[in-house]
């Protein structure tokens, strides 16, 4: 309830939408987050030929990048790639929740970051956020 908006606002061009939880401290220098990204497909294609895709794309992107798991799910009643991985942003360690799916010809992506230390106590919470995730 207490997660709220970036002090500035998002480039639409790149997240549809992000919510940051609330700083535990002076020295909380990591808010964790959940955003969502619209991805225009060129072509039609599968959840699994995308995330394969996606999967060979997102390690030359992210410093210390490291797959934890990847496992079928269901996010508004539709079929979902549940993704976690870890990688570095500066001197951080992040771990980060991904749910991958395709509607038509749009991927959509929800990621829910922590600081790796942390992502224990929010794993439930970014469950049950992801779990608001309706398409219209």
């Known amino acids: 309830d207490d ?18 939880s609330p700083q535990e401290g ?11 990204d619209v991805e225009p497909l060129p072509r039609a294609m599968s959840l699994d030929a995308y995330m394969n895709i996606s999967e060979a794309n997102i390690g030359g992107m992210l410093n210390g990048y ?3 798991a990847r496992t079928e799910a ?3 009643g539709v079929d979902a790639s549940r993704f976690v991985y870890t990688h570095e942003q500066g001197p ?4 980060a929740l991904a749910y991958i799916l395709i509607d038509g010809r749009n991927a959509f992506i929800i990621t ?7 992502y224990d106590k929010y794993e439930k919470q ?6 608001t995730f309706k398409l219209k």
């Open 3 to 20: 997660w709220t908006d970036p002090p500035t606002p998002v480039d639409e061009a790149m997240l549809k939408s992000i919510k940051l």
């Open 26 to 36: 002076a020295g909380d220098i990591f808010m964790e987050n959940v955003n969502v």
């Open 66 to 68: 490291k797959k934890v």
């Open 74 to 76: 269901k996010v508004s």
């Open 92 to 95: 951080l360690k992040v771990k």
């Open 112 to 118: 829910c970051s922590a600081e790796t230390s942390a």
């Open 126 to 131: 970014f469950e049950q956020i992801v779990g």
